[in-house]
């Protein structure tokens, strides 16, 4: 049986990601800050509290693990440090960890723009989390949705680290579904880095905004 470790358990994407991966039988560690905030754990999975920048904590829960995939906010950089400095140590080499779109000025026209004026302030620290990961030795993928939605439907496409970003919006379920693909099928996408959206949602921003 696989044992993925999820950091950042109680985000809103992961809260599918755990749901669809329970159904596939995978063994799960749910690693929050505050497990008062996680909502329908399956029976069978293992909860550890701690905080991602704790470098024993996340040691100690990346131990024995098959995969990691972590969706975190914050400070996002030290955070990528310690998740790759704890796998490098213990061995564990499958990661999936999820940034943002524009880290790489990929957004094209009125929308990268738009996109840049809502969350440049914070593009730095994802850039630096995605660089830290991939001059490392581990196995990663990096994911960077588009701005998310709550449909309930699994509609995405991708694009790489050198194509412009397509489309405005994608579901947290679809990000999700794409996670649960690469977790269970570990050797899709290995050391690439996606931009993550709806086909069909191109625009000058989100239609929900």
């Given at each position: 049986m696989t044992k993925v470790l999820i950091i950042?358990?109680?985000?809103q994407i992961a809260r599918w990601a755990v749901e669809m991966l329970a159904e596939?039988?995978?063994?799960?560690?749910l690693f929050v800050r505050d497990a008062s905030r996680l909502i329908g754990v399956p029976d069978?999975?293992?909860?550890?509290?701690?905080?991602?920048?704790?470098?024993k904590a996340v040691a100690e829960s990346v131990r024995g693990q098959d995969i990691?995939?972590?969706?975190?906010?914050?400070?996002?950089d030290t955070q990528a440090e310690r998740i790759v400095e704890a796998m490098q140590?213990?061995?564990?080499?499958?990661?999936?960890?999820?940034?943002?779109?524009?880290?790489y000025d990929e957004v094209p026209g009125a929308f990268g723009k738009w996109n840049r004026r809502q969350i440049g302030s914070v593009l730095e620290t994802y850039r630096a989390a995605a660089d830290t990961i991939e001059?490392?030795?581990?196995?990663?993928?990096i994911l960077r949705p588009a701005w998310l939605t709550d449909d309930d439907e699994i509609s995405y496409e991708v694009t790489q680290r050198d194509e412009p970003f397509k489309g405005t919006e994608v579901s947290r379920k679809s990000v999700a579904a794409l996670i649960t693909n690469i977790i269970i099928s570990p050797d899709k996408w290995s050391r690439t880095n996606l931009g993550v959206d709806k086909p069909g949602t191109d625009g000058d921003r989100p239609a929900f905004m």
């Amino acid at each position: 049986m696989t044992k993925v470790l999820i950091i950042g358990a109680s985000g809103q994407i992961a809260r599918w990601a755990v749901e669809m991966l329970a159904e596939k039988g995978v063994e799960l560690t749910l690693f929050v800050r505050d497990a008062s905030r996680l909502i329908g754990v399956p029976d069978t999975a293992r909860i550890v509290e701690g905080d991602a920048c704790d470098e024993k904590a996340v040691a100690e829960s990346v131990r024995g693990q098959d995969i990691v995939y972590a969706n975190l906010a914050g400070e996002i950089d030290t955070q990528a440090e310690r998740i790759v400095e704890a796998m490098q140590t213990q061995g564990v080499q499958r990661l999936v960890f999820v940034t943002a779109l524009g880290i790489y000025d990929e957004v094209p026209g009125a929308f990268g723009k738009w996109n840049r004026r809502q969350i440049g302030s914070v593009l730095e620290t994802y850039r630096a989390a995605a660089d830290t990961i991939e001059a490392s030795t581990v196995d990663y993928t990096i994911l960077r949705p588009a701005w998310l939605t709550d449909d309930d439907e699994i509609s995405y496409e991708v694009t790489q680290r050198d194509e412009p970003f397509k489309g405005t919006e994608v579901s947290r379920k679809s990000v999700a579904a794409l996670i649960t693909n690469i977790i269970i099928s570990p050797d899709k996408w290995s050391r690439t880095n996606l931009g993550v959206d709806k086909p069909g949602t191109d625009g000058d921003r989100p239609a929900f905004m």
